[in-house]
């Protein structure tokens, strides 16, 4: 996995220094397509449709949100990587992205190879949230249930490998607690099922549940980044209780491999721009996020630090595709 980050890196900077073509003053003469590999409703989603109104807006023409869910991303992926690469169908990649790289032995394509990162755009906690009828206010509490109950508390996710599912894995291993992964098609689902009491825990994107803790349907225990957050500031971090504890979903946006540097470079450039509106750092800011922003190198050694971190809890917690 090492050698794989370092030739990632390597080749990404190897295209920093190449010489950039002008810019394709053409670009966009039509739609483009941003394809989100999640239902509609969770963090993804929520993401990819800011940053298209946005892009709709500052370039003149419709850039539209399709979700392809199904197999942890790698349906909308796979979509991509097949797709021509001239700038007009787009990924939004999501930490899946990374985390598939080690789960599945066997892809139709090779994520790091495949995917040019463009650039970065949101970084957020994920919240460990609990129905209203689990006893615990804290998680110190939490863990003490879940000990006193082993294999009698339901871990809810938007599927195998997925960052809510991969963050209860290693909440389970730091914590030392024994719960039991029920999977569903998507977080809006499992978030239905939590406030309703038929499973006990997710760890769920803060723009997905955010309306749902505001309105008092379900509880928050913690965030999963190393510091509070400003939505939800009362709220401590896991790693308050369990030392070094840290998770944290992200996204942003690709193309396929061998697009256009001149057509990188302006996608780049305006959702660069994008971000840096106070409008959109205030949508993003009121979802929990950090905006992220930055080059199409520096995007890329976040999704390989990434998707090294992920590779050890996949390895170490023994999670497999189901």
Known sequence: MKLVRRRFLHLLA????????????TYPARSVLIIAGFAAGGGVDISAHLIAQRLSEQLGQLFRVEN???GNSN???EAVVRAPPDGYTLLLINPANAINAALYDKLNFNFIRDIAPVVGIIRLPLVMLVNRSVPAQTVPEFIAYAKTNPGRVNMA????????HLSGELFKLMAGVDMVHVRYPGVPPAL???ADGKVHIIFASMPASIERIRAGEIRPLAVTTPSRSDVLPEVPTVGEFVPGYESSSWYGVGAPKSTPS????????EINGALSDRKIKAQFA?????VLAGTPSEFGKVIADETEKWARVVRFAGVSPE
């Open 262 to 269: 001149a057509i990188i470079d302006t996608l780049n450039e």
């Open 68 to 70: 392809r869910p199904g």
């Open 192 to 194: 239905n099922d939590l």
């Open 14 to 25: 190897g295209g920093a220094a190449m010489p950039v073509a002008s810019r394709a003053q």
């Open 157 to 164: 996710s938007a599927g195998t490998g997925t960052p809510q």
């Open 75 to 77: 349906i909308a992926t």
């Open 286 to 290: 009121e979802l929990g996020g950090a």
